[in-house]
């Protein structure tokens, strides 16, 4: 069983609970859910929706349906599973951007 943790800036604040909050309780559930397959079995392709993202440390957990969710994962130090980024992706392809994101908040973790 792995232990999943959130993504915490230095001032305390958690994007990803921000945008769990922010959620309906029907996507909520869903997205919890996933987070349950991904404690049970970890980060592997394994699991349907879930692919490693290529050049990256990063696995991204696709939730399909009208919002089209993108959770940004990578195993922590400890081998545990971090969740860096979550967000409504609106393309075809992950934007750059929200990679750079979850980059960015990879390294803070590592200075920690």
């Not at 349950?36 to 699991?47: C, D, H, N, Q």
């Not at 957990?61 to 980024?85: E, F, P, Q």
Request: glycine share 2%; net charge positive; aromatic share 10%.
């Amino acid at each position: 069983m792995y232990k999943i943790s959130f993504f915490t800036h230095p001032n305390n604040i958690s994007p990803i609970q921000e945008f769990l909050d922010s959620c309906q309780p029907k996507l909520r559930t869903k997205i919890l859910r996933q987070f349950k397959y991904i404690r049970e079995f970890g980060l592997t392709s394994a699991i349907p929706n879930l692919k490693k993202i290529i050049k990256t440390h990063f696995w991204e957990l696709r939730i399909l349906g009208k919002d089209n969710i993108r959770i940004i994962c990578v195993t922590a130090k400890n081998a545990d599973i971090m969740v860096l980024h979550i967000f409504r992706k609106k393309t075809q392809k992950t934007p750059i951007k929200e990679i750079n994101i979850a980059n960015n908040r990879y390294k803070i973790t590592l200075d920690n």
